[in-house]
């Protein structure tokens, strides 16, 4: 089993950044790719991010690309999603979540934290 507590979530104006982090507790969390997904009001839960156990491989959503990225620290049992020129259409629920396989699909993944609220103001 793996825990996942996400932080870091908050208000913020278009323009504006925020770090998501997802704290790992568990087992040994340099087995799983990570991924970040999302889920806005009325919509499906979509892809967002996602990097491999070693960091050697990143994948992000187009929409995200050049402003978001994903990074990892293993010593710590933590992903990180740095957002930057946050624009309103990123509102939603941010999940971290950990698979043995999965990138890109939700239902490849194994394990998810709560999620943390971001909201963009414009």
């Known amino acids: 089993q793996v825990q996942l507590v996400e932080s870091g979530g908050g208000l913020v104006q278009a323009g504006g950044s925020l770090r998501l982090s997802c704290v790992a507790s568990?087992?040994?969390?340099?087995?799983?790719?990570m991924g970040w997904f999302r889920q806005a009001p009325g919509k499906e839960r979509e892809f967002v991010a996602a990097?491999?156990?070693?960091?050697?491989?990143?994948y992000y959503t187009d929409s995200v690309k050049g402003r978001f990225t994903i990074s990892r620290d293993n010593a710590k049992s933590t992903v990180y999603l740095q957002m930057n020129s946050l624009k309103p259409e990123d509102t939603a629920v941010y999940y971290c979540?950990?698979?043995?396989?999965?990138?890109?699909?939700?239902?490849?993944?194994?394990?998810w934290g709560q999620g943390t609220q971001v909201t963009v103001s414009s």
């Open positions: 979540a950990a698979s043995y396989v999965g990138y890109e699909r939700a239902a490849e993944y194994d394990y």
């Open positions: 568990g087992r040994a969390f340099n087995r799983y790719t």
């Open positions: 990097i491999s156990w070693n960091s050697g491989r990143t």
